[in-house]
């Protein structure tokens, strides 16, 4: 698997995959540029109002510093990083309510989003990551197999996605997007462009179809959201 000539499309996906994993520390939002605007783009004041407003309970009292921490970490630097220690932060808060008992039936369901938004901010380096080394180990030589090229194409297209969506979903916060935006918008098109440029003459009908399928499924699901949003107003 390490014999043959340079591949082109694995030196494109590990710079990809690096782009990836640099997103995940890189800011989400330009404070210089935005000032207290952007700081408080994620609702950081509404944020610290929950959080402090869970001081009641005795159990939950030595959680709330920590937590209040993480919070203006976040605030100063906002990152996915930081945004994944401030969701652990909220969590434990919110799994220690559960805890007694006397929480509504909607806590548990805030923990389970919590967790699974812990989980997705951190499959963003642990793709990139993973897709940069995974090159290095074959010295950039030979080719990538159907499910590989799939899945190139298909994380691709799901951080290009999410990266349009502030880009082109509110115009008027573009000018204070930070680093971590494009970061993720070039890896994610950098591993779509390596997914589809990989392909083989025996595999490239398979392959052009599933990625097809793929990219179909992600339009009528975003369709579906959009519409589900607009029926929710």
Do not use: H
């Not at 989400?28 to 109002?49: E, H, K, N, W």
């Not at 919110?94 to 919590?114: F, H, I, Q, R, Y």
């Not at 967790?115 to 642990?126: E, K, M, N």
Request: some cysteine; glycine content about 12%; aromatic content about 8%.
């Amino acid at each position: 698997m390490t014999d043959g000539p340079l591949s082109l499309t694995k030196v494109t996906a590990s710079i990809g995959g690096a782009l990836l994993a640099a997103s995940f520390f890189l800011p989400l939002v330009d404070l210089r540029a935005g000032g207290p605007a952007a700081a408080d783009v994620f609702g950081v004041a509404s944020m610290r109002r929950q959080i402090e407003g869970s001081r009641e309970l005795d159990s939950v009292k030595p959680l709330i510093a920590p937590a209040l921490q993480q919070l203006d970490t976040f605030a100063a630097g906002p990152s996915l990083r930081n945004l994944s220690r401030l969701v652990g932060a909220t969590k434990e808060i919110v799994d220690t309510v559960v805890a007694t008992g006397v929480a509504p039936a909607e806590a548990k369901m805030a923990s389970s989003a919590l967790g699974t938004t812990r989980l997705a901010l951190w499959l963003v380096p642990l793709v990139g990551a993973f897709q940069a080394v995974f090159p290095l180990l074959t010295r950039f030589r030979g080719y990538a197999g159907f499910f590989g090229l799939l899945a190139r194409f298909g994380f691709g297209l799901v951080f290009v996605t999410l990266a349009l969506i502030p880009l082109l979903g509110a115009p008027g916060a573009r000018p204070f997007l930070g680093l971590a935006v494009y970061a993720a918008l070039i890896g994610g098109g950098l591993m779509m462009a390596s997914g589809m440029c990989g392909v083989t003459r025996g595999n490239f009908l398979l392959v052009y179809a599933a990625q097809g399928g793929v990219l179909a499924a992600v339009v009528f699901g975003l369709r579906a959201l959009v519409e589900a949003g607009q029926r929710a107003l």
